[in-house]
């Protein structure tokens, strides 16, 4: 990250407000008297950032300003970044995050005609993140291993070894390994429970295999079954077909007896009447 401008006021001891130009120059050493505003200078700059500085909440408000307001503009990767945060009094903290556009961006700084589109998110935290999330550092990385604050330049060699690898970590972006161990991970979950769906499956699958050839031999005797079924009604179908022609030939003839007995009854009775 490359300071490039900072603007402040209301901050600290800075009142009025005022300018940083860092494209200005290349190497800077600041000198005045105590209370002059030589460390509230680079407070602006972990503030406007991280949110944070020497002092909190409204103690960074200037006692005579109703506001602390600070702007800083810095390169990062290629990009040109602006974030600015405010403080008024008795309310809650604002805070934006810009990048520049255009195409040449070098003469805009120089010009200071920068175009902005918005970082912002919808809320403070999310800002917050989001500048952290882009940096790749957030306040505890920043004044361990970036700027050393007064007196204790060297507070990264005091932190314990689990924590000077996490700011290292942060610094070398490794916890995009992290994330990535964390997607495998869950990838393999997902793998492992496909693979025990499948070996059920499986497993189904052969306990069917298995009593294929029961199965085909109970299907050879149940056809056999129905082969001597199939034989045993059609004799009885033969059988029954006789025993329909028998029956109407014999009623056919015992018709035709009645017949016949009923022609002689009525003979009788015609030779009765006529005696």
Request: charged content about 30%; aromatic content about 8%.
């Amino acid at each position: 990250m490359i300071p490039l401008h900072l603007k402040l006021s209301g901050f600290l001891s800075y009142r009025d407000p005022a300018e940083v130009d860092f494209t200005a120059f290349h190497l800077a050493c600041i000198s005045g008297p105590n209370g002059a505003g030589k460390s509230s200078l680079l407070d602006a700059i972990t503030w406007a950032l991280f949110g944070q500085a020497r002092k909190r909440d409204e103690s960074v408000v200037n006692l005579q300003s109703k506001t602390a307001e600070v702007a800083f503009t810095f390169s990062y990767e290629g990009n040109i970044y602006r974030v600015l945060r405010a403080l008024p009094r008795g309310k809650t903290t604002m805070l934006e995050f810009q990048i520049a556009e255009g195409d040449n961006l070098q003469s805009s700084i120089v010009n200071q005609k920068l175009s902005w589109r918005p970082l912002t998110e919808r809320s403070l935290r999310e800002t917050q993140a989001r500048v952290e999330q882009i940096l790749r550092l957030d306040y505890e990385t920043f004044i361990n291993v970036s700027f050393f604050l007064q007196g204790r330049a060297d507070q990264f060699a005091q932190q314990p070894p689990t924590k000077r690898k996490e700011i290292l970590g942060n610094i070398l972006g490794l916890e995009v390994w992290e994330t990535y161990k964390e997607r495998t991970a869950n990838r393999r979950k997902s793998i492992e429970r496909d693979l025990e769906a499948l070996n059920g499956r499986l497993q189904e699958i052969a306990a069917e295999l298995a009593e294929e050839e029961p199965r085909k031999q109970k299907l050879k005797d149940l056809e056999g079954q129905l082969k001597q079924l199939t034989a045993v009604r059609k004799t009885q179908e033969t059988a029954l077909e006789s025993l329909k022609k028998a029956a109407v030939s014999q009623l056919a003839a015992e018709r035709a007896r009645l017949e016949e007995e009923r022609r002689g009854l009525q003979r009788v009775n015609y030779q009765t009447k006529r005696d």
